[in-house]
């Protein structure tokens, strides 16, 4: 057989053993979901839509995508919708690196636009964070004329951290019109800072090297339907178009989503969960000076030492977390915010494990 040596090569996906073997009743901080569940709404269209999966889906994911587009302001043709947003990241790879192109992102950041970018025999370009953040300008220095893609997770995963409307800015003037900046936006929604960036808008005034992606696996808690979305420019958008797979979007994701989209209420209750998480996490924790990084998202990065033993220790108390040495940020985990219950239980064991 020819295998593709840079698919050969390719570490497979392996959560990590301890989260791999998670025993029924361990509390999961490690995947940054909805604690609050899915909206009452999409559950009551899943169990509709269940009733028909002897059918095919709509291969357009048309109600969605136009619900999306209504919800948003835009036209239908500058939305695309995905098996999750990571399925875009792998469209992008798919449709825009040849052999050797290159495309930069941060280290220490979701992991995808890495692997994919090997899958397509590209070069990922690594840049270090700066105060565990994007450094847009070396990021946009690290840009040859072999770049096609640039990574911009805002929020980053894992550190919750977000770059400014000004640092954008910049970056958006330096880069070239001929190198795609993909801003992955999955936890968008629980931005609280004023001077984040308003990407739409871009997209809105005519931009054409820009693409935001948005997920319904975070706020919405719809990680299990897998299903995501971009915005994007129309002529992007339809070459893209034409690389995904038919049905690539389940017609129980298509319906829950778009019963998610006008569940507000639901979303505003899990964004005020995650932001009153996010204060007394940031309290706790600086209480054990585990050095919180401050985070804008549903998770938060704290230094514990070593993660591994950590995250180990973690696990035996019922609780998995995500170590951070395999992102390249030695010494952290990642913690999800659960349940005020289940914040409760953890920092008691948390509190148990560093007093050892
Ligand atoms: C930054 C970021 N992008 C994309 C994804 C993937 O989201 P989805 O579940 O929509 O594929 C995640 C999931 O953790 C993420 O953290």
């Given at each position: 057989?020819?295998?593709?040596?840079?698919?050969?090569?390719?570490?497979?996906?392996?959560?990590?053993?301890?989260?791999?073997?998670?025993?029924?009743?361990?509390?999961?901080?490690?995947?940054?979901?909805?604690?609050?569940?899915?909206?009452?709404?999409?559950?009551?269209?899943?169990?509709?839509?269940?009733?028909?999966?002897?059918?095919?889906?709509?291969?357009?994911?048309?109600?969605?995508?136009?619900?999306?587009?209504?919800?948003?302001?835009?036209?239908?043709?500058?939305?695309?919708?995905?098996?999750?947003?990571?399925?875009?990241?792998?469209?992008?790879?798919?449709?825009?690196?040849?052999?050797?192109?290159?495309?930069?992102?941060?280290?220490?950041?979701?992991?995808?636009?890495?692997?994919?970018?090997?899958?397509?025999?590209?070069?990922?370009?690594?840049?270090?964070?700066?105060?565990?953040?994007?450094?847009?300008?070396?990021?946009?220095?690290?840009?040859?004329?072999?770049?096609?893609?640039?990574?911009?997770?805002?929020?980053?995963?894992?550190?919750?951290?977000?770059?400014?409307?000004?640092?954008?800015?910049?970056?958006?003037?330096?880069?070239?019109?001929?190198?795609?900046?993909?801003?992955?936006?999955?936890?968008?929604?629980?931005?609280?800072?004023?001077?984040?960036?308003?990407l739409l808008a871009k997209?809105?005034?005519?931009?054409?090297?820009?693409?935001?992606?948005?997920?319904?696996?975070?706020?919405?808690?719809?990680?299990?339907?897998?299903?995501?979305?971009?915005?994007?420019?129309?002529?992007?958008?339809?070459?893209?178009?034409?690389?995904?797979?038919?049905?690539?979007?389940?017609?129980?994701?298509?319906?829950?989503?778009?019963?998610?989209?006008?569940d507000e209420a639901h979303?505003?209750?899990?964004?005020?969960?995650?932001?009153?998480?996010?204060?007394?996490?940031?309290?706790?924790?600086?209480?054990?000076?585990?050095?919180?990084?401050?985070?804008?998202?549903?998770?938060?990065?704290?230094?514990?030492?070593?993660?591994?033993?950590?995250?180990?220790?973690?696990?035996?108390?019922?609780?998995?977390?995500?170590?951070?040495?395999?992102?390249?940020?030695?010494?952290?985990?990642?913690?999800?915010?659960?349940?005020?219950?289940?914040?409760?239980?953890?920092?008691?064991?948390?509190?148990?494990?560093?007093?050892?």
């Amino acid at each position: 057989m020819h295998y593709k040596q840079h698919i050969a090569t390719l570490p497979p996906y392996k959560p990590p053993k301890l989260i791999r073997q998670q025993p029924a009743g361990v509390v999961k901080l490690s995947s940054n979901e909805n604690p609050l569940g899915p909206s009452p709404r999409a559950l009551a269209a899943l169990h509709e839509a269940a009733t028909q999966v002897h059918r095919y889906p709509d291969a357009g994911s048309v109600a969605l995508r136009e619900g999306i587009a209504a919800r948003f302001g835009l036209p239908p043709e500058m939305v695309l919708c995905t098996n999750g947003s990571d399925e875009m990241v792998f469209l992008l790879a798919l449709a825009f690196l040849r052999e050797g192109d290159q495309a930069v992102m941060a280290h220490g950041s979701f992991i995808s636009y890495y692997l994919r970018t090997i899958e397509m025999g590209g070069q990922p370009v690594r840049v270090p964070l700066r105060n565990f953040t994007h450094d847009l300008s070396a990021m946009a220095g690290a840009v040859t004329d072999r770049t096609r893609l640039l990574f911009l997770c805002n929020p980053n995963n894992p550190t919750g951290t977000t770059n400014t409307a000004a640092e954008i800015r910049q970056l958006l003037a330096e880069v070239p019109d001929d190198v795609l900046i993909v801003a992955d936006e999955a936890y968008i929604e629980f931005v609280e800072r004023t001077d984040y960036p308003d990407l739409l808008a871009k997209l809105r005034n005519g931009r054409e090297n820009l693409i935001l992606l948005r997920t319904f696996a975070k706020i919405y808690g719809l990680a299990g339907l897998r299903l995501g979305y971009a915005f994007g420019h129309p002529t992007v958008m339809n070459y893209l178009e034409r690389a995904r797979p038919t049905f690539n979007v389940n017609a129980l994701a298509q319906a829950a989503g778009l019963a998610a989209l006008a569940d507000e209420a639901h979303v505003v209750r899990s964004r005020a969960h995650a932001n009153a998480c996010r204060a007394q996490f940031m309290n706790e924790l600086h209480a054990l000076d585990l050095a919180p990084i401050a985070s804008e998202t549903n998770f938060i990065a704290a230094h514990v030492g070593d993660d591994m033993a950590v995250t180990a220790a973690l696990m035996e108390a019922g609780f998995t977390v995500t170590p951070l040495s395999g992102w390249g940020i030695p010494g952290y985990i990642r913690i999800s915010f659960g349940t005020d219950a289940e914040n409760a239980r953890f920092f008691g064991a948390l509190r148990q494990i560093l007093q050892r």
